[in-house]
């Protein structure tokens, strides 16, 4: 005989809720249920399902504050559906590339235009332009905020128009100091290709700025799910390469030509959005408005903290070049997986909370949006990195493990994703740690803790490139001194950039703790889901070699679908709140069944 004794406050819509009791008795036999239900009361409150601290006047309203999980929702599905289309693109590429010479040289001149559109895009817009336009919406100064928002789009496009057409005429000089490894075929294609993708950076960095703009009016989704349309230009490309038997060189300069025309189409939805929300809007050159000139003072520092982190990519460039042929492109096959649970969970959490919490002048409510933001992103990337360690490789040949992809070249994408991963956690608390100092309006903190995360990969990376690269993958085995086969020097670069990671998010931890000593202890977060993190990878290790006969495309999501529950389940019990808000309504839901 069994008494299940429970309660819930239940949300009836309205602004109102009530208190329901439950209690249930079970006979020893599993029959004999009964259950009594007692509804007490009926009461009023303003509609958040969150309900968050009570706010001081200069802070949102509660309707506001409970459109932040709404928010990073829209922006999590959103990212969701360009990352699955990223996907299906990478898929296609490695596919129709595998890890050749061509793959190499749409690698470096992908990585190229990228350093452009990361300087003046979205993460430098996001750190100086959201929080001067969201403030200035909320004091309802809406003509001022359209006179600086025309402003910083006509400065913006100058800028970048200038550094992509300088890019395009020096492509040859600029291919040769970025990739110094790199020569002939290889070499002469890297420059063609910088070429075109340099002109689809240039339209991506104006588009960066619509994203601020619809994310200063919580409209989060649109501005998400428009790089959906830069990959379907992509893919039909590479789809039309792939029945079509063209050639590695043709393949990889349609796919170029597939970026530019993607980032036009990603440029236009979104403007004609803008369009509707500021219709009187003029992109202008006048940046001597106040409000401009607090976009500027924010900006420069948060330049330079992105030109530091675009350095370390430039010195993984540099560095790969010199790696054997294929290291490049297994780096960015690994960034597809490794980017996505940090898009999914990192960065949505971090847009939606970005301009709500530039409102907000109350240090207590600003404490309690970062303790959230941290263990909410927390709980969903620790497993990631649990499940890229344990069953990467079923998940990389689930994906890419067709055409002229081969076996070896999965296994090397799963070593370089899985040193990737062991950073995992450390640079998603510190995209959340960063947005907290751009709230606070310090730019320059994150840029100089940046530095110092450069050099910590660029020290350690160097120190283990070389001596892994004498190591190939040759029918599953690893072996010395040998020329062919995927070689291991881009696991020692993705190393480095994991111990690094750390050190970044341990600076940043100090820098905060300045502002807000209330700041709660990160380190107590992953104390408490190391035993769900423990338990589902020693499950997922043991699946993974149970069902080792069975193929990947069904071995991948079966196991991860199963630790993931594991994984819930077991931070529940032992007092994750997180784990609660996903199993209490699947609970309810079975109960009331």
């Not at 993190?533 to 993974?544: D, M, P, Q, S, T």
């Not at 193929?551 to 199963?562: E, M, N, Q, T």
Request: hydrophobic share 55%; glycine share 10%.
């Amino acid at each position: 005989m069994v008494f299940f004794v429970g309660g819930e406050c239940r949300y009836v819509g309205g602004g109102s809720f009530y208190l329901l009791c439950q209690v249930s008795y079970r006979g020893c036999n599993g029959g004999h249920w009964f259950r009594l239900s007692l509804r007490i009361g009926n009461y009023r409150c303003p509609p958040s399902t969150n309900l968050p601290p009570v706010p001081s006047s200069a802070t949102p309203s509660p309707q506001s504050t409970s459109g932040v999980p709404r928010g990073a929702s829209a922006v999590a599905a959103g990212i969701f559906l360009s990352r699955l289309a990223g996907l299906v693109r990478e898929s296609l590429l490695r596919s129709v590339l595998a890890l050749g010479p061509a793959a190499d040289a749409f690698a470096a001149a992908l990585r190229i235009p990228n350093i452009l559109q990361n300087l003046l895009g979205e993460g430098s817009l996001s750190a100086s332009f959201i929080p001067v336009y969201s403030r200035l919406l909320s004091e309802d100064k809406e003509e001022e905020a359209a006179r600086v928002a025309g402003a910083v789009a006509g400065l913006l496009a100058a800028l970048a128009g200038v550094f992509a057409v300088i890019a395009i005429f020096a492509a040859r000089p600029l291919t040769a100091l970025l990739t110094p490894g790199f020569s002939g075929q290889r070499f002469e294609l890297t420059v063609d290709l910088m070429r075109i993708t340099t002109a689809g950076a240039g339209i991506l960095v104006v588009s960066a700025w619509c994203l601020g703009v619809l994310n200063s009016h919580r409209q989060f989704f649109l501005s998400y799910v428009a790089p959906v349309l830069w990959n379907v230009a992509q893919i039909a490309v590479l789809v039309a390469a792939l029945f079509g038997g063209w050639d590695p060189v043709d393949a990889a300069t349609g796919v170029a030509w597939g970026l530019v025309v993607g980032g036009l189409l990603q440029f236009g939805v979104q403007a004609i959005a803008v369009r509707k929300l500021l219709p009187g809007l003029r992109p202008t050159l006048q940046h001597r408005l106040p409000g401009v000139a607090e976009v500027r003072r924010r900006f420069l520092p948060a330049v330079a903290g992105r030109g530091v982190v675009q350095l370390s990519a430039y010195l993984d460039l540099v560095l790969a070049s010199f790696l054997a042929t294929g290291a490049l492109a297994a780096l960015m096959s690994a960034q597809v997986l490794y980017l996505l649970p940090i898009s999914l969970f990192a960065m949505s959490v971090a847009a939606a909370e970005l301009p709500e919490m530039s409102r907000t002048e109350d240090q207590s409510v600003l404490i309690s949006r970062v303790d959230t933001s941290l263990r909410r992103t927390s709980f969903f990337v620790v497993f990631s990195a649990v499940a890229y360690l344990s069953v990467g490789e079923q998940i990389v040949n689930a994906l890419f493990g067709w055409g002229a992809f081969s076996a070896d070249d999965a296994r090397l994408v799963w070593l370089v994703l899985g040193a990737y991963s062991l950073g995992l956690p450390a640079i998603a608390i510190s995209r959340q740690l960063q947005n907290t100092c751009y709230a606070l309006g310090n730019t320059a903190g994150p840029a100089r803790i940046a530095g110092i995360r450069v050099g910590v990969s660029a020290v350690i990376g160097l120190a283990l490139m070389f001596p892994l690269d004498n190591y190939a993958i040759m029918g599953g085995a690893f072996v010395s001194n040998q020329s062919a086969g995927p070689h291991l020097g881009a696991v020692g670069l993705a190393l480095g950039s994991a111990v690094a990671s750390f050190v970044e998010a341990i600076f940043l931890i100090r820098l905060l703790r300045r502002s807000l000593p209330a700041l709660p202890a990160v380190s107590l977060i992953f104390m408490r889901l190391a035993p769900a993190a423990a338990l589902a990878f020693l499950v997922a290790a043991g699946l993974k070699f149970w069902l080792l006969d069975l193929p990947a495309l069904l071995a991948a999501p079966l196991i991860v679908g199963f630790t993931g529950l594991l994984y819930t389940v077991t931070a529940q019990r032992t007092g994750v709140a997180e784990a609660h808000l996903i199993l209490g309504p699947v609970r309810r839901r079975i109960w009331r069944s």
